[in-house]
Every structure is written in structure tokens, then in C-alpha cells.
């Protein structure tokens, strides 16, 4: 399994056999494929996980996801033909520093729930849909696991 997931005009793109990826001038955004039947050159701009790549005159929109923004992702998609109760859940490891909602809230789709510190990062919870809030399980100053229930939305 890889640790990142490559998106070209929105489909999932795996790395051509053979072909390796070399910057030619960083700074400026050139570039190069160098492969079994020789080089092509391309133009490189974007940055964090947008990117838009010139090869050969066609402008090609690529995103590059890490493997956990891509697992955030599916996990979203799942849920938004869920009509029920969802229990959301740590999908890592940490401590909780502050809860944004509280039971009766109504919540938008994205809207913030709570913010959990990992790796002495923040990560943001956000709703996965709208809802109402019925139960929050945790509270801040609690450390939590992978998996561990947060709140519930219905």
C-alpha cells in the first residue's frame, strides 16, 4: 500500500512502470518524466495537494492525497446516503482539546464538532452530514483512540 493516492482529472492514477519523476529547475516549476523510451519535459505548478501538470500542451489538473486524507474521504462518501443515527469516531489516536457542540445542536454538513491533538498537531472533526447532535461520549482533557465513539448525529 502506498502512503499517498494520485488523482488525474479527478480519477485515481497509479505511477507508469519504468517512469521516474525528476525536477529540472524546482524553483520555477520544470520538470521532467524520464522513462524506458526517453524523457518529456513538464511544467509543475499548484501546491499542497492541487496541482496542475503541462505535458506535451494538454494542462492536466492532478491532486495528490495522503493516505489519511484519503481514508478521512471514503469515510465521508459513506456517509452521506446514511439517513440514521451516526456515532462519529476518532479516527486516530489523542487528546481531545475542546468539543464545539452539544447535545440539540443542529449541525451542518463540515460544520466543526470537536478538535483532537495528535503528534502535536490539531485535527478538526467535522460533521460527515447535517444533523442534531443527540449525545456527546467524550469531553476535552480526555485522551481517546482509533475508534473510539466522539458524539452522535441523527
Do not use: C
Not at 520555477?28 to 496541482?51: F, I, S, Y
Not at 501538470?53 to 465521508?76: D, F, H, N
Request: net charge negative.
Amino acid at each position: 500500500m502506498t502512503d499517498y493516492e494520485i488523482r488525474v482529472d479527478g480519477e485515481p492514477a497509479d505511477p507508469a512502470d519504468g517512469w521516474r519523476f525528476e525536477w529540472t529547475d524546482e524553483r520555477v516549476g520544470l520538470a521532467r518524466l524520464v522513462g524506458p523510451d526517453g524523457t518529456r519535459p513538464l511544467v509543475v505548478e499548484g501546491a499542497g495537494r492541487d496541482w496542475v501538470v503541462t505535458i506535451g500542451g494538454r494542462r492536466i489538473p492532478v491532486s495528490v492525497r495522503t493516505w489519511r486524507e484519503r481514508v478521512l474521504a471514503e469515510a465521508e462518501s459513506a456517509t452521506r446516503g446514511h439517513a440514521g443515527p451516526i456515532d462519529v469516531k476518532a479516527t486516530l489516536p489523542g487528546l481531545v482539546v475542546a468539543v464545539a457542540v452539544s447535545p440539540g445542536d443542529d449541525v451542518e454538513e463540515g460544520a466543526p464538532l470537536l478538535t483532537i491533538e495528535a503528534m502535536k498537531m490539531q485535527n478538526e472533526v467535522r460533521a460527515p452530514r447535517a444533523g442534531r447532535i443527540t449525545e456527546v461520549v467524550v469531553a476535552a482533557g480526555q485522551t481517546v483512540s482509533t475508534g473510539a465513539a466522539l458524539l452522535r448525529l441523527a
